[in-house]
């Protein structure tokens, strides 16, 4: 009889590494991100044992979320539930969206403190927001989104750009680039993520736990690197809620795309401000909202056509399945 106990290592294989079928993407299909996921990044995600619907134990990749107390030079703002890459546009991006930074601010100092979990952000001008912190509001947005009661004192003055186009063939094309690439999404899923785009090319694809975190990235990006705005797409995972809304015009941007759905609220916001509001955008499908008269129709009768074919063949294949 062999009382030798099983080695830790073949212990180890049994147990199967569950992922979201992540494929390699065409790089030419990439090679337009100037910033994207990388889920290859070992902080990001940790393996945690389970167990499946077959009773079976399995290991899959969970995205860590940790706080990150957010200081605005002595005072501090906010703490915030973030995956904890890029905590400098975070930062900057939040006190852009909560009007806490101006847009002539002159940022003298961005401090990250990785073993305290905060960041400093520190600035030319005196500020003081006490006041100001006192009007805090919950929003609809994941990981307790917070807006400020002010956030909308400038909404009703600002002008989006009338010239701004969007062009159907580019709403596909950005879609396609988009699911194809790398992302913690595909990786773990839990994660929201919303892209910086133009034309028909994705520039700044970032993610987080909560989409406000991953819109306030993408302004703190804009705003370090001098972005221009004015002829920009903003693409979104998530729903097209009012903080949505306000955050995108806020930015200035003129056109905002989702893959998901529509709150009643975010359409008045983006009628109101002539925000061109584009949701259920999959495949070559969508419905606009507002803001319709800078959409081009240069989509191919036929290739919808086409698609209509594959969903109803698809749709007749799973009724015979049932």
């Not at 989104?145 to 989006?160: A, P, R, S, Y």
């Not at 929201?192 to 028909?200: F, T």
């Amino acid at each position: 009889m062999n009382d030798k106990p099983a080695s830790s290592k073949n212990t180890k294989t049994e147990i199967p590494l569950v992922r979201r079928g992540v494929s390699k993407a065409d790089p030419a299909l990439l090679k337009d991100f100037l910033l994207r996921p990388d889920p290859e990044n070992s902080g990001l995600t940790e393996q945690v044992l389970g167990t499946d619907q077959d009773g079976k134990t399995i290991e899959i990749p969970v995205v860590i979320e940790k706080p990150l107390t957010l200081f605005l030079n002595g005072q501090e703002i906010v703490t915030m539930m973030t995956i904890g890459d890029y905590p400098d546009y975070l930062a900057v991006g939040y006190l852009l969206n909560q009007n806490m930074l101006k847009l002539d601010d002159v940022i003298t100092a961005i401090e990250v403190d990785e073993e305290l979990d905060l960041v400093v952000v520190r600035t030319e001008r005196t500020t003081n927001y006490e006041e100001k912190l006192k009007k805090k509001t919950r929003t609809s947005g994941c990981a307790q989104g917070t807006v400020f009661g002010d956030l909308m004192e400038k909404f009703e003055d600002i002008v989006l750009s009338a010239e701004a186009r969007i062009h159907t063939s580019w709403i596909y094309t950005l879609s396609r680039k988009i699911n194809a690439a790398p992302s913690l999404y595909l990786e773990a899923g839990a994660i929201h993520g919303c892209v910086l785009c133009h034309g028909d090319k994705p520039l700044i694809y970032v993610e987080d736990v909560g989409r406000h975190n991953a819109v306030d990235k993408i302004a703190g990006y804009m705003f370090l690197k001098g972005i221009s705005a004015e002829d920009k797409i903003f693409y979104t995972t998530g729903r097209l809620t009012s903080e949505m809304v306000i955050k995108t015009v806020h930015m200035g941007i003129p056109i905002l795309v989702s893959r998901s759905g529509f709150t009643a609220w975010g359409v008045d916001l983006a009628r109101q401000a002539g925000l061109t509001l584009i949701g259920r955008a999959k495949g070559r499908r969508f419905t606009a909202l507002a803001g319709q008269e800078r959409i081009v129709f240069d989509h191919d009768e036929n290739d919808l056509e086409e698609e209509d074919s594959r969903h109803q063949r698809a749709a007749s294949r799973g009724s015979e399945k049932s």
